[in-house]
Every structure is written in structure tokens, then in C-alpha cells.
């Protein structure tokens, strides 16, 4: 039995996309989309049963009706192909107030065929081309869902913390709870949208602000599955092999903090007599992230074209990539820089930024320490040391100021 395994597709993503006047879309959203589509056209050819889905379709709550269109025609392209999906609900795929409808809850009121939603706690029985599977499912689930079920005035008591830790007891009760309902002659995977102990981040941290639950590996990688296919965290790793825990990680690059990431899918395939699971990362080549650096010294005779000779030497990276150019060089020869020919040099790039970091001679400031050559969140660290900030509040402040920090310079506008 073949089974391809994705998640996180964010449909929706727009940072450093060029806007198409003919279509008034992002390039970005191509440039998922044709992730999206070699999938479906390696599912096709490699005649799989069963694709996997595990949460998150859009970046927004309330995605656009082009974006809802674009995901059902690929969606729909498997399933006429005779590919049962599954898609499970991800915390970006819940509606803002409970009530409204998931985004990927259209297909089970219209009742598409082979097209499988699970938007809680259950186990499927999916009848594929090579036989039946069991699908468990975890989606994202709601701390207050969650915490609803028991004692309320008991938790307005207890710290973020120790309401996690509750959480996490309860997620881990419905994980055996589920491996408890399965038949052992069929083999079975489950699907679950959440962040397990010892993952690896990825830009996830940047689109979902406040703390989290997590589940321990030791809770989830149950032998009871023969396949553990994650969702949530945006890079690509496996946590056990035995049985398979695996997030795929996100089909696109989202921002420069996936630059090196490997990005792509699942292709996992299940003997269903002697219960073997192999797996095999699949991958996809897709929009190129590049950073250059580059410091400029204050003998320079001509910075820019210095400048200019670095970027040359690398057109073949920049050619279609987005481009993030860091300069380094002294306040007094900044003036000297040409932008203009600096920008031309950048022109084959699909996007690009450039920043410049002017280095002044050190001065002491108040709190003992040089405040040039900081960076924002070092500076923060430093201030918040010197109020004498509590290690608690320090620690939420300075990945409030991370993110916020990393949210600006995803953003910044071409030089």
C-alpha cells in the first residue's frame, strides 16, 4: 500500500512575491501552488492509494475564494484519479469563534467521493485501491476545547504552564484512546496536527504567536501504528523510526528562516502482511532563499562597484531566487554606495532586499555595555538585564521581540 504524506501547504503565504497584473495575484501563490501540483502529478504516476493530509491548507482562517478554489481542483484531481485522500484540520484551518465552519469542511458537506475530513479525535476505516487502512486522527485542538472537560474554576488558577501540562496529559490520554480502537490485522496510521518535545522548529514560530502544548514522543510514537504522520512543524525531520513519527515539513519555502530546508514529502509504503513500513523523502525544488553578506571596508576605493563584483560572481544563484543582500560597512564611507547600480545588479532575482549596517566607533551607554553592533533583540536582552527584569517575564519578552523583529525584516521594502 502506497501512502503520500504532506502538510502545512499555507496556501495564502505572499512574502517577497511580485504581484501579476494579469492575474492581480502573488507570485508567491504560483509558486505554491506549482509545489501543490507536482505532487498530485507524482501521486498520479506512482499510482498511490492514499494521501495523507495533515492540517493547515491556508495561512489565513479566512481564505480567499481563489485560494479555496485553487486547493479543491488539486484535491479533486486525486480523487478522480481514483486516490483516497484524507486531510485533516490544522490549527490554521479553525474558524476564529467556534460554530463557523473549518476551511476544508466543504468537502464533507458536499460529500465528494474519496475525499475524507477529520476535524476531531477518530478512527476512519478508508477502503483504498489496495485494500483497507485505519486513519486515526488527532487535528488541532483548541486549549479551551480541551480544558472544557474538566474542572474550569480549578484552572483559572493555574499558571500557562501547568495548563499546558494538562493539555498534554489529555492529548497523550487520546492517543492510547485511539490506538486502543484499532484492529491489529489492518494496518493503521494517525494523522495528527501538533508539536512533539523533540522537534526541531521551523518558521512556524513565527506565524503562531503564545504558547503551546506539546505532546512527548514517548506518548505518540505507539506501536500500535505502523505510521505517525505529523503536521505543524514547518521543517522536514523524522523523530523515531520505529514505529515512523514524521513531520514533512511545509512543500514551500516561507521565509529565509528555511533557507537551507529540504522541502517536500512523504512517500511511505506499508506491506500489509508483514507489517513493514518503509519511507522515503520525496523532494521538490522550489523557490530558492539566498543571503549574501558581504562587509565593506573603509579603504574601499569604491564600495559599490565592490559590491557589484560579489553580486556578478553569483548570478547563477541569483537568477530567480529571493535575495536578501547584508551590508556591513562604515558610517563615514555609506554615502559612497551607488543603489541604484546595486539594484541593477540584482534585477535577475525574483525579490530582493538589502540592508545596511553602518559600524560606528564603540561608546559605552548606560547598563555597561556598547550598544553598537547589537542587533535589536541583543539590545532588548541588555535593557531588560539592566531594569533587572524578572527571568520569566525576560524570557516571553525577548520571543515577543524575536518574532516581532523577524516579522520586519521579512517585510522590508526594496533599497
Same mark, same amino acid.
Given at each position: 500500500?502506497?501512502?503520500?504524506?504532506?502538510?502545512?501547504?499555507? =496556501?495564502?503565504?505572499?512574502?517577497?512575491?511580485?504581484?501579476?497584473?494579469?492575474?492581480?495575484?502573488?507570485?508567491?501563490?504560483?509558486?505554491?501552488?506549482?509545489?501543490?501540483?507536482?505532487? @498530485?502529478?507524482?501521486? =498520479?504516476?506512482?499510482? @498511490?492509494?492514499?494521501?495523507?493530509?495533515?492540517?493547515?491548507?491556508?495561512?489565513?482562517?479566512?481564505?480567499?475564494?481563489?485560494?479555496?478554489?485553487?486547493?479543491?481542483?488539486?484535491?479533486?484531481?486525486?480523487?478522480? $484519479?481514483?486516490?483516497?485522500?484524507?486531510?485533516?484540520?490544522?490549527?490554521?484551518?479553525?474558524?476564529?469563534?467556534?460554530?463557523?465552519? #473549518?476551511?476544508?469542511?466543504?468537502?464533507?458537506?458536499?460529500?465528494?467521493? $474519496?475525499?475524507?475530513?477529520?476535524?476531531?479525535?477518530?478512527?476512519?476505516? *478508508? $477502503? #483504498?485501491?489496495?485494500?483497507?487502512?485505519?486513519?486515526?486522527?488527532?487535528?488541532?485542538?483548541?486549549?479551551?476545547?480541551?480544558?472544557?472537560?474538566?474542572?474550569?474554576?480549578?484552572?483559572?488558577?493555574?499558571? =500557562?504552564?501547568?495548563?499546558?501540562?494538562?493539555?498534554?496529559?489529555?492529548?497523550?490520554?487520546?492517543?492510547?484512546?485511539?490506538?486502543?480502537?484499532?484492529?491489529?490485522?489492518?494496518?493503521?496510521?494517525?494523522?495528527?496536527?501538533?508539536?512533539?518535545?523533540?522537534?526541531?522548529?521551523?518558521?512556524?514560530?513565527? *506565524?503562531?504567536?503564545?504558547?503551546?502544548?506539546?505532546?512527548?514522543?514517548?506518548?505518540?510514537a505507539n506501536p500500535a501504528f505502523d505510521?505517525?504522520?505529523?503536521?505543524?512543524?514547518?521543517?522536514?525531520?523524522?523523530?523515531?523510526?520505529?514505529?515512523?513519527?514524521?513531520?514533512?515539513?511545509?512543500? /514551500?519555502?516561507?521565509?529565509?528562516?528555511? /533557507?537551507?530546508?529540504?522541502?517536500?514529502?512523504?512517500?511511505?509504503?506499508?506491506?500489509?502482511?508483514?507489517?513493514?513500513?518503509?519511507?522515503?523523502?520525496?523532494?521538490?525544488?522550489?523557490?530558492?532563499?539566498?543571503?549574501?553578506?558581504?562587509?565593506?571596508?573603509?579603504?574601499?576605493?569604491?564600495?559599490?562597484?565592490?559590491?557589484?563584483?560579489?553580486?556578478?560572481?553569483?548570478?547563477?544563484?541569483?537568477?530567480?531566487?529571493?535575495?536578501?543582500?547584508?551590508?556591513?560597512?562604515?558610517?563615514?564611507?555609506?554615502?559612497?554606495?551607488r543603489d541604484n547600480d546595486i539594484r541593477?545588479?540584482?534585477?535577475?532575482?525574483?525579490?530582493? #532586499?538589502?540592508?545596511?549596517?553602518?559600524?560606528?566607533?564603540?561608546?559605552?551607554?548606560?547598563?555597561?555595555?556598547?550598544?553598537?553592533?547589537?542587533?535589536? @533583540?541583543?539590545?532588548?536582552?541588555?535593557?531588560?538585564?539592566?531594569?533587572?527584569?524578572?527571568a520569566q517575564e525576560k524570557k516571553t519578552?525577548?520571543?515577543?521581540?524575536?518574532?516581532?523583529?523577524?516579522?520586519?525584516?521579512?517585510?522590508?521594502?526594496?533599497?
Open positions: 500500500m502506497k501512502i503520500l504524506h504532506f502538510a502545512d501547504l499555507h =496556501i495564502g503565504v505572499e512574502n517577497y512575491g511580485r504581484f501579476d497584473s494579469a492575474t492581480g495575484l502573488s507570485s508567491r501563490l504560483a509558486d505554491f501552488l506549482a509545489a501543490f501540483d507536482r505532487l @498530485v502529478a507524482y501521486a =498520479i504516476e506512482n499510482k @498511490v492509494d492514499l494521501v495523507v493530509f495533515s492540517g493547515d491548507a491556508y495561512k489565513s482562517r479566512d481564505p480567499s475564494q481563489t485560494q479555496q478554489r485553487e486547493f479543491a481542483r488539486r484535491i479533486s484531481t486525486l480523487a478522480n $484519479n481514483g486516490i483516497q485522500v484524507f486531510l485533516l484540520v490544522g490549527n490554521h484551518d479553525l474558524p476564529n469563534a467556534t460554530g463557523r465552519a #473549518t476551511t476544508t469542511e466543504i468537502f464533507d458537506t458536499l460529500n465528494i467521493a $474519496n475525499v475524507h475530513v477529520s476535524a476531531k479525535a477518530e478512527v476512519r476505516l *478508508i $477502503n #483504498t485501491r489496495s485494500g483497507l487502512i485505519q486513519v486515526a486522527s488527532l487535528p488541532w485542538l483548541r486549549r479551551s476545547s480541551v480544558l472544557s472537560v474538566s474542572n474550569q474554576k480549578e484552572e483559572k488558577s493555574l499558571s =500557562i504552564e501547568e495548563l499546558n501540562q494538562r493539555v498534554e496529559h489529555y492529548l497523550a490520554g487520546i492517543i492510547e484512546n485511539l490506538a486502543g480502537q484499532l484492529d491489529k490485522d489492518i494496518p493503521a496510521i494517525l494523522s495528527a496536527h501538533l508539536s512533539v518535545n523533540t522537534a526541531k522548529l521551523g518558521s512556524e514560530r513565527n *506565524i503562531s504567536i503564545g504558547h503551546e502544548p506539546t505532546v512527548m514522543l514517548s506518548n505518540i505510521y505517525i504522520a505529523l503536521g505543524h512543524i514547518h521543517k522536514q525531520q523524522v523523530l523515531s523510526s520505529s514505529p515512523p513519527v514524521v513531520y514533512p515539513g511545509s512543500l /514551500e519555502r516561507l521565509d529565509f528562516g528555511e /533557507e537551507k530546508d529540504d522541502k517536500g514529502f512523504y512517500l511511505v509504503e506499508i506491506d500489509s502482511l508483514s507489517r513493514k513500513t518503509e519511507f522515503e523523502f520525496i523532494k521538490l525544488e522550489g523557490r530558492r532563499f539566498l543571503t549574501i553578506e558581504h562587509t565593506v571596508t573603509a579603504d574601499s576605493l569604491d564600495p559599490t562597484q565592490e559590491v557589484i563584483n560579489i553580486l556578478q560572481s553569483r548570478q547563477p544563484e541569483i537568477k530567480d531566487a529571493i535575495v536578501r543582500l547584508k551590508l556591513e560597512l562604515p558610517a563615514e564611507i555609506g554615502g559612497q554606495l541593477e545588479a540584482l534585477r535577475e532575482a525574483h525579490n530582493f #532586499t538589502v540592508s545596511k549596517n553602518f559600524t560606528r566607533s564603540s561608546r559605552q551607554r548606560e547598563g555597561g555595555f556598547k550598544a553598537e553592533g547589537l542587533d535589536p @533583540v541583543q539590545a532588548l536582552e541588555h535593557y531588560l538585564d539592566a531594569r533587572q527584569t524578572s519578552l525577548l520571543e515577543y521581540g524575536r518574532r516581532l523583529y523577524t516579522s520586519l525584516d521579512s517585510k522590508q521594502t526594496k533599497v
